[in-house]
């Protein structure tokens, strides 16, 4: 192990997580900046070796940690392509991970769910402790929690929704080892998650999954979810619904609730051009090119900011909320 593994592990050693479950969901305790603040970055579909522009992204989020001197990073899946890891040897966890990511103020918990092209690989292989002794930053779990009491965050894996990767897998096989029966893995995680949304007291909340709820991007809309997750979302008041998969950076505002539904998946190659339904109602934002997100967090007020490829702030979205609500 080297010298700078050693420093990350004394670094991560202060982990005060606290394991305790909320539903079935494991839960990860995050300490608040001392302010009693937050902030953190978004990446999603990165994992290229540092081709198509991954280094650069990385090389400006580095940058813009630095800056908001951000507390981790989360990452929307699509972790490493084509087709996920290997097993936990696989060079690429080094090569598209340990080697790009090096800035140092990237050098925090990153929370990862899986992608589909994750689970192309072997999927396991990223959510084994293994890979978080070669390096202490990385934490990948199928669906959990991060709980800052500020926000608490459900990411959540969105990957055995998707009816064609089960039906129609164009010559791609996916690793569904712990999820079938199918039916029945989604129906409980969805009981999970919905007694976690409600019993959270965070004044922020906050889900993750890879693929979008809503988007104009290649992929577009993802039906399963619309119809299952969704409901769940705007039930709960969760704030914002946070995904990659398709690759651009997108904001797009729900109809029917506050919550707003952001895209951050322009972690390397990106799909210029490939869009559609520019004019969609609730359209806030789409950008087709690379880049990443950040998200700054107080009692009251909530800061997004859509960075690309040279560190340029393309799209802010702010969001408040009363310090005190009256009854
Ligand atoms: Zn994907």
Redesign the pocket.
């Known amino acids: 192990m080297s010298t700078l593994s050693k420093v990350f592990l004394f670094t991560f050693s202060f982990a005060s997580w606290v394991f305790h479950t909320s539903a079935e969901l494991q839960t990860f305790a995050h300490p608040l900046k001392s302010d009693g603040s937050l902030s953190f970055l978004v990446i999603g ?1 990165w994992g290229r070796r540092g081709a198509y522009n991954q280094s650069r992204v990385a090389f400006q989020m580095g940058k813009v940690g630095e800056k908001l001197d951000i507390d981790f990073v989360v990452s929307t ?2 972790n490493f392509y084509d087709n996920g890891l290997v097993n936990v040897q696989d060079t690429a966890f080094l090569e598209s991970f340990t080697n790009i990511y090096t800035a140092k103020s990237l050098q925090k918990q990153w929370y990862s769910v899986l ?3 994750d689970y192309r690989g072997n999927a396991v292989a990223q959510l084994s402790p293994v890979l978080g002794e070669i390096d202490p930053r990385w934490l990948c779990l199928r669906s959990f929690i991060v709980n800052t009491e500020l926000v608490e965050i459900f990411l959540v894996d969105t990957n055995p929704f998707v009816e064609e990767y089960f039906t129609e897998t164009d010559g791609h096989k996916y690793d569904w080892r712990g999820i079938l029966p199918q039916k029945s893995y989604i129906s409980n995680l969805l009981k999970d998650l919905e007694l976690a949304l409600r019993e959270s007291t965070a004044k922020w909340k906050i889900v993750v999954g ?2 979008a709820i809503r988007s104009v991007g290649y ?1 577009g809309d993802t039906q399963e979810l619309v119809t299952q997750l969704l409901p769940i979302l705007q039930e709960n008041n969760v704030d914002f619904y946070v995904n ?2 398709d690759h651009c950076l997108e904001h797009i505002s729900d109809r029917e609730s506050p919550i707003q539904f952001l895209t951050s ?1 322009a972690g390397s190659k990106a799909w210029r051009g490939d869009t559609h339904e520019v004019n969609r109602r609730g359209l806030n934002f789409f950008y087709d090119g690379q880049g990443f997100m950040s998200v700054q967090l107080s009692q009251t007020e909530a800061n997004i900011e859509f960075y690309d490829v040279f560190g340029n702030v393309l799209h802010r979205l702010t969001a408040s909320k009363q310090l005190y609500s009256s009854i």
Do not use: A, R
């Open positions: 579909d899946g699509d992608g589909n092209h890879h693929h992929h990659g998969h998946g």
